[in-house]
């Protein structure tokens, strides 16, 4: 008998070899028909594992984050045979489960895969998954594993098996279609009853230029068709939301070859937008007691060898910069937090003078692959509003606390209401990926993990995540379409004192190591001007918006009025314009509407005799005649109900 642990703590006992299906069933026929994944021992199994020993077993349907992992790894195997049939000789690679959905890279024969095929293709796959055909692991010796894909001729299977060991291979089985995988499936291909194909796009054989350029199908599943259905509405909603369509309508930014791919231009509107949002970060910072410093764009590599920088990101770095000094080189800044260990070290500190808050809207680069650049969500040139708190390890608590607050006032300010609090810690199976002692990741992961506990946040803990030189909280944030992303991060570092021997001088008259905190409740300005775009819509809140307010004179004749208008309105600091175009007040609002100005002014004859302006909101509400004052009352009424001074 073995003794399996569930979720709830309570123990239950099985014959050995009883599979987590099995498990499932003695709980309820209910759980049963809807487990679709499990993990043993925090290792993913199947659904029809022989358990062997005592453990702690989750089941997974698919409302669990890993049953559709399972779910959508299992539909790429329906995929990649549906493309062996299609396309006799193709080359099968690799097929994972992203976010949403999944994708298979294939190298094709001849020809080439374009939309107009993506019907084939769903109904050659789904005519498989009809069969309801299990998916059976089986181990395979490393020799067999080589012969079966160099009898097909698949040269990227047999490079992947020559890196495994033997004794760890596997094969998984379902019809007739046999692939390379480690496992993670659900029971069998009839579950999945719903299978669009989205895209197709190019993409290189282990993410290297310099290799074979392979056809990404992309797909997605679901196990209703209901749910397929909802999911393509969204994705039309989501186009329409696209920050790269809306910042080339709204005028925001652009991009240019000759400046070169990933690197942003930022029009005068998209610059204004930077701006307020830079001020309103700035205004909160000064209340919390931090001091704006500037550092360079470069950095001599130096830095960034003693950082640990150099070694974890040189490759994805740009390449760096000789002088024509002999063997003098400097890097584009990566990160901006080696410069701020400096300006920490630039003079002796005393426990009576920390905490120190070093903060820079500081613009970094990094060479990220030209088919992962996207918008302004992936760039090569970014601006983090970036900081570094450098305190005593007694006001660690206290200070990772004071930025918790600052990050929730940010995300409250601009609407993001829908988070997820993410501690994201070391992989413990991993630790050549990150740098310092067990003792200080475990002190700072604690910390974290306080902090949290203490302000109330709703949070998970995420093994894996944390970057190479601490544990960090990350704030996981749903836009309006349900989706999921990181924006600001807070971070423990106990390593980068130590590598750049930061001190301060103690109540002992010894000296001690500080303890380092990084934050960016934005991330980066690129990025969170992406996904504030998309979640609004354009719709920004009123404080942020280019254009508050848009004057409408009927005719030339009310031009003079409408000056009058405007500048009372710049005057109570309300931005606006006046559309003095020879055309119709019709078009005038249709076009301020595509615009998303948020108020319309338009001014006739009857307001000009009674100082009032007729007030037309964005979206069609009509506030009849109001006088300026009004007005002016009612934008920052609204203004000021968003925007709450930090700490109020």
Known sequence: MIKITLPDGSVKEFEQGTTPMEVAKSISEGLARN??????????????????????????TWNDKEGKTAFWHSTSHILAQALEELYPGVKLTIGPAIDNGFYYDVDLPEGVISEKDFPAIEKKALEIA??????????????????????????????????????????????????????GH????????????????GAYWRGNENNAQLTRVYGISFPKQKELTEYLELLEEAKKRD???????????????????GLPLWLPKGAALRERLEQFLKKAQKKAGYEMVVTPHIGQKELYVTSGHYEKYGADSFQPIHTPKEDEEFLLKPMNCPHHCEIYNSKPFSYRELPKR???????????????????????????????????????????????????????????????????????????????SVENWEKAEQAIINAAKEKGLDYIIEAGEAAFYGPKLDFMVKD????????????????????????????????????????????????????????????FPLWLTPEQAIILPVSEKHEIYAQKVLKSLENNEIRALIDNRNETIGKKIREAEMSKVPFMLIVGESDEAANTVSVRKHGGEDLGAISLTTFTDLVNTEINSTLKSFKE
């Open 35 to 60: 487990v679709i994944s499990a993990k043993f021992n925090n290792t993913t199994v199947e659904t029809t594992t022989p358990l062997k020993s005592d453990g702690s077993l989750i089941l997974y």
């Open 130 to 183: 009809r069969g309801k055909h299990d998916y059976k692991l089986r181990e395979v010796s490393k020799a067999d594993a080589l012969k079966f894909y160099k009898d097909q001729g698949n040269e990227y299977k047999v490079e992947l098996i020559e890196n495994l060991e033997d004794g760890t291979i596997t094969f998984c089985d379902h019809d007739t279609f046999t692939d390379l995988c480690r496992g």
């Open 186 to 201: 659900i029971p069998n291909t009839g579950i999945v009853k719903a299978i669009k194909i989205l895209s197709v796009a």
């Open 243 to 261: 920050h790269r369509k809306l910042g080339k309508e709204l005028e925001l930014f652009t991009f240019s070859q000759k400046v070169g791919q």
């Open 358 to 436: 070093f903060a820079e809207f500081g613009t970094v680069y990094r060479y990220e692959q030209s088919g992962e650049l996207h918008g302004l969500t992936r760039v090569r040139g970014f601006t983090q509003d970036d900081a570094h708190i450098f305190c005593t390890p007694d006001q660690l608590d206290e200070e990772f606390k004071n930025v918790i607050d600052l990050s929730l006032y940010v995300l409250g300010s601009l609407g993001f209401e829908n988070f997820t609090a993410q501690v994201s810690v070391r992989d413990l199976d991993n630790p050549d990926k990150y740098i310092g």
């Open 480 to 539: 309006a379409l349900g989706r999921q992303w990181q924006l600001g991060t807070i971070q423990v570092d106990y390593n980068l004192p130590e590598r750049f021997d930061l001190t301060y001088k103690g109540s002992d008259n010894e000296l001690h190591r500080p303890v380092m905190i990084h934050r960016a409740p934005f991330g980066s300005m690129e990025r969170f001007i992406a996904l504030l775009l998309e979640h609004t819509g354009g719709n």
